[in-house]
Every structure is written in structure tokens, then in C-alpha cells.
Nanobody
Framework: VQLVESGGGLVQAGGSLRLSCAASRSTFGTYDINTMGWYRQAPGKQRELVATITNSGGRTNYADSVKGRFTISRDNAKNTIYLQMNSLKPEDTAVYYC??????????????????WGQGTQVTVSS
């Protein structure tokens, strides 16, 4: 499974960016994609959750720091998720990583989880 990210860049505070992440496949073997999301890591800090979305039902989850400003969405037909980031702040500056969680659906793999990460895309917000 490969995750290909795009859309990072440099933007002024108050501006907007849209990130995309495409997974190379939604199913492999006896594993199905379950959840995709975005995490970020700023210099000197731990990686943190930004937003996630389930493949079935489209349930979303956001970090408190981005609620009301960021929106995660998905296109299941393209195995792609998007992160629309509005009202960006300098503290949003980080490398943003796409994540995909695959869950086993067979008797043998039920309860198992496989985790994949993209290469990361830099988002820089200037003040």
C-alpha cells in the first residue's frame, strides 16, 4: 500500500490550503481500509492527530485545535481523502502525514490492524 500526498506549501496566516492523499488500494488480501486521516509533526514536537474519517459512514474526528477551521472529506471511489484547511495560523506549521488503517475481515485476520503512512508534506504558515 502506498499513500501519495499533495497540496502542501507556504501560505500567509488567514489563508487556505487543501491537502490530498490517495491510497494505492482499498483492499489487499483479507484487509480492508477502515480509517484514513491526517497527522502533523512540528519541529521538536510529537506527531499529533489532526483529523480522521472512516471509510464506511464517513465518521469524522478532529483535534480541538482545528475544529471549525479544517474539514476532512473522502472520495471512496478514488481511495482519496482531502483536508481543507482554512483560517490557517502560524502554529499550524508542520509536516502533515497521511495515515491509513486497514482492518482484517477474515476469520484469520479479524482484529488485526495494519497501519500505513505517507511521506509527509510541508505546510508553512507565515505570520
Amino acid at each position: 500500500v502506498q499513500l501519495v500526498e499533495s497540496g502542501g506549501g507556504l501560505v500567509q496566516a488567514g489563508g487556505s490550503l487543501r491537502l490530498s492523499c490517495a491510497a494505492s488500494r482499498s483492499t489487499f488480501g483479507t484487509y480492508d481500509i477502515n480509517t484514513m486521516g491526517w497527522y502533523r509533526q512540528a519541529p521538536g514536537k510529537q506527531r499529533e492527530l489532526v483529523a480522521t474519517i472512516t471509510n464506511s459512514g464517513g465518521r469524522t474526528n478532529y483535534a480541538d485545535s482545528v475544529k471549525g477551521r479544517f474539514t476532512i472529506s473522502r472520495d471512496n471511489a478514488k481511495n482519496t481523502i482531502y483536508l481543507q484547511m482554512n483560517s490557517l495560523k502560524p502554529e499550524d506549521t508542520a509536516v502533515y502525514y497521511c495515515n491509513a488503517k486497514y482492518f482484517g475481515f477474515s476469520i484469520a485476520t479479524m482484529g488485526n490492524e495494519k497501519n500505513y503512512w505517507g511521506q509527509g508534506t510541508q505546510v508553512t504558515v507565515s505570520s
